[in-house]
């Protein structure tokens, strides 16, 4: 007998996204959270990509986020800014929103949908075996639950207990951050600067408020160490030669560019996600992004295996799709790092790539990996939009994200194909079929798609092709598990497989 079926170690970004994936499936979730109160103050993340916007919207959640947030046009690749406004996506910007906000809004969300949130709970161990995990609190009582997610950031009890290994590369170099008053503050909005003795850069973050940045290279500060109003002044005026007569401190902050993985994403009925899985200097600002994205990535599949319907190995590939995707961005968060730099070779290589950046692909490229729209993840098949996420088409009665509201999956039928009824069946209440067609002036080029919960493209048939609807059936059955054991129609879907679709007839 088990008290929830998944509890969540950390109310985080990460934690509180997958509450809420996991209660719109129907699941029983607990949120433990060590801290007593919400974080009000300190606001590590300042904002959310396209793909991250596209996510929220994919389940009605971006206006309460674009209410609260800018827009600002360009993301950044190490000093480089790099124009999104052309981006394939209804939102081709950064929307500027502090992490308490993003925490608030999903807290919010989490609560209205059932979601259970303990704060001042903190886990402390876990024993795990066939049937369960007992997840042991602090003030020494336990919860029983059938999976255990550790959101619980970079230093994560979840994955220190779990044995799984955080390889990576220590830190090299130390940033300060303060959120504070300046008296005479830059003129640009952006105003990020190497010189001589490491970098800055000071953000306008509100109304007469900054984010104020310093990276001082070959330096690692004790972690212990305290940051002060004082010790931030002397690293500005070190590296800039002024203070822009800095003051009211509100937050205060020290972090490095250590860079971490875990080696793997789960060990039996223990999982994690977000920080404690992957750590990296926030160059480009990615980590809340990818924790957000994980756990779209994992609710649903999650799900499936809690209610029984799929069997576990699709946890599996949780960790085949999102750990590559970490990786990469480990990858990119050194390279930014290594070019805030300041000797005279990273200059010169800081131009090189100035000039390259100009090239559009080359900004394309950038962008797309900053703003995780060009994950594609590793599927069966050949089309280009298999494994990648699925574009917000429009549609004569909508658009395509408003379908996934309910993070189910669904089989979009744009070409009148009357063999996919007999197919879906099968999993009926796991996916919707939806018949209609483009609006005008849009095309996808396909017949039908089967878009998985998380809006990524499952299979397709393009336009005028025979629909394969066996690729369909294991299709089906990979990402929601077996067909539904009283399904009778499987010989009804057989005899309409050579079907052509409506228009071709
Ligand atoms: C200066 C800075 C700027 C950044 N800017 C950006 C940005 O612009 N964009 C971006 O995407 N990312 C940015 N990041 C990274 C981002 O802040 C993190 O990636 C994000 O907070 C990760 O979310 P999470 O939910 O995985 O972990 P966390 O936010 O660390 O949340 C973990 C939660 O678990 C709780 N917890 C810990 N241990 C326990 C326990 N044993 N039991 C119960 N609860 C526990 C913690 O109290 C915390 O609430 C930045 C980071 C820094 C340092």
Redesign the pocket.
Known sequence: MTDTQVVI???????LMLACELRLAGVEVLV????PER?TVES????LHIRTMETLDQRGLLDRFLERGQRRQAVRFAADPLDVSDAATRYPYVLVIA?SEVERLLAERAVEAGVRLRRG????GFIQDDTGVTVELADESRVRADYLVG????R??VRRLSGIEFPGTPATMTAL?GDVELAEPPVDDIFQERRENGSFSVLASGPDRYRVLTNEFDHVAGRDEPVTLETLRTALVKIAGTDYGMHSPRWL?R?GDAARQADRYREGRVLLA???AHIHF?AG?????T?VQDAVNLGWKLAAVVRGQAADLLLDTYQAERHPVAARVLRNTRAQTALHRVDAHTSALCEVLGDLIDIDEVRLRLAGMITATDIKYPTVGTDDLLGRRMPDLDLVDGRVYELLHRARAVLLDLGGLRSLDAVVTGWAGRADLIRTRPAQGSDLGADAVLIRPDGHVAWLTRTGQRPDLNGLRTALTTWLGPADPDFQGERKANSNDNEIPARDR
């Open positions: 170690a950390g109310a985080g970004p990460t934690g433990l959270e060590r801290l974080r590590r993340a300042g904002g992490q709970a903190e886990v402390a959101c619980d950031g970079g994560s009890t951050l902050s972090f977000g920080d404690a926030p600002g990615q980590g809340l992004n924790g």
